[in-house]
């Protein structure tokens, strides 16, 4: 019987050598994150890159998402290699999913949590609203926010690590609003956060989240590099660019300035974090 995922990714991966302008195949989520990953790869080596993001199940029917994707990791090679959001995959260290078997990550949880990083995003801002920036710090901002999902966060990943039910993504994802109150931006946001550690409080408070040790969970996190400063980062990447999105739209209201388009969206955050140079780093050894 034939191997629809073999076939395709042979098929795939002719295309760079039938079309001696493309350098390489790139299997997508979506079509969406063309942008992140065009300008990542533009950044390493200038040139054309074929990008699917849709590609048959082994029933025939056109499927996309990163499961698909994956589907495909026995058949890569550095003409044809997948670009995926790490989701959880990098705090679970799933296997395979690394360079060496050409799969690119993004380390973040998603290519839009890159959009947020807090440096980059308050100097475009400052430097766009300079009269809005005084009112509002989004460094002191997502240095709040950060700490105040990071416990939350050890409790799901040992949740996740253990399969225990007791605290879910969903759970997790529901006490991080997608948008804020003007009220709520005042002193760097702190009412925001007390809404979001309220909306954690009852989940880090049962009598199951009380036996964990964070202590433990904590030095895990800390051998991949993720911490309170930067937890950020690795949760629900909608989540954290919906509010922030939100929250510019409110300190940009009354300006020419739009925030998603000139501030988030604006170009690659600079490659001055480790999240983001890691994923520099595996691009540059698939192409090599």
């Not at 195949?25 to 990953?37: A, G, R």
């Not at 199940?57 to 990791?73: D, I």
């Not at 991080?176 to 109150?181: E, N, R, S, V």
């Amino acid at each position: 019987m034939s191997n629809i995922y073999q076939d395709q990714a042979r098929d795939f991966a002719n295309i760079p050598i039938l079309r001696r302008d493309v350098i390489a195949c790139v299997h997508l989520e979506d079509k969406d994150d063309i942008v992140f990953w065009d300008a990542m790869l533009q950044n390493h080596r200038r040139g054309k890159y074929h990008y699917v993001t849709h590609s048959k199940s082994q029933s025939g029917k056109e499927t996309s998402g990163s499961s698909q994707c994956l589907r495909f990791r026995p058949y890569l090679s550095r003409r044809f290699f997948i670009g995926i959001d790490s989701d959880m995959r990098y705090l679970m260290q799933e296997s395979e999913v690394d360079a060496p078997h050409f799969v690119c990550q993004t380390y973040t949880y998603s290519w839009e949590n890159h959009c947020c990083e807090a440096r980059t995003i308050q100097k475009r801002f400052a430097s766009l609203c300079p009269e809005r920036a005084c009112q509002f710090d989004f460094e002191a901002f997502l240095a709040a926010y950060s700490t105040v999902v990071y416990k939350p966060l050890l409790l799901l990943l040992y949740c996740l690590k253990n399969h225990r039910p007791d605290f879910s993504r969903k759970q997790f994802d529901a006490c991080i609003p997608h948008q804020c109150k003007g009220i709520e931006l005042a002193d760097n946001g702190r009412a925001l956060i007390e809404r979001i550690a309220k909306n954690f409080a009852e989940h880090l408070n049962t009598p199951f989240a009380n036996t964990i040790d964070y202590e433990s969970e904590s030095r895990y996190c800390h051998s991949l590099n993720v911490d309170e400063g930067n937890a950020y980062l690795h949760i629900r990447g909608h989540n954290l660019f919906d509010l922030i999105a939100s929250i510019g739209d409110l300190l940009c209201h009354g300006t020419s300035v739009s925030f998603k388009q000139d501030v988030l969206m604006k170009g690659l955050p600079p490659q001055n974090y480790w999240q983001i140079t890691k994923v520099a780093e595996d691009i540059a050894t698939i192409l090599r």
